[in-house]
C-alpha cells in the first residue's frame, strides 16, 4: 500500500513538475496556457514536490501565495498519510 502510494506521489509529481515547465514555455511566447486550477488540482492531488521543484527551476508561479499555499497544503496532507500508513502498519 506505502508503496503504491508512494509510486503515486513521484508520479504526480513528475507531471506536475512537467506542466509548469509547459506552462511558463506557454507564457513566455504567449500562446494558450494551463488552467491554474489544472495547476492545483495536481499539486494537491500528490504533485506538491514537483509543483515545488517547478516553481523553483521554471520559476514561475512563485509570487502567487495560493501557489504556495496548495503545495504546502498538499505536502502536510500527503505527509499526514505516510504517518497515518506508518502508524496503522500498512507498510
Known amino acids: 500500500m506505502v508503496r503504491l502510494f508512494l509510486l503515486w506521489i513521484l508520479l504526480l509529481s513528475l507531471i506536475t513538475f512537467i506542466l509548469y515547465g509547459i506552462d ?17 488540482l495536481f499539486g494537491f492531488a500528490g504533485g506538491a514536490l514537483g509543483g515545488f521543484a517547478g516553481m523553483q527551476l521554471f ?33
Open 24 to 40: 511558463k514555455r506557454r507564457a513566455r511566447r504567449g500562446k494558450w496556457r494551463i488552467a491554474e486550477k489544472t495547476l492545483f
Open 59 to 91: 520559476r514561475h508561479k512563485t509570487k502567487h501565495a495560493s501557489f504556495w499555499f496548495v503545495n504546502c497544503l498538499g505536502i502536510l496532507l500527503h505527509t499526514a498519510l505516510l504517518l497515518l500508513f506508518a502508524v496503522k502498519g500498512f507498510w
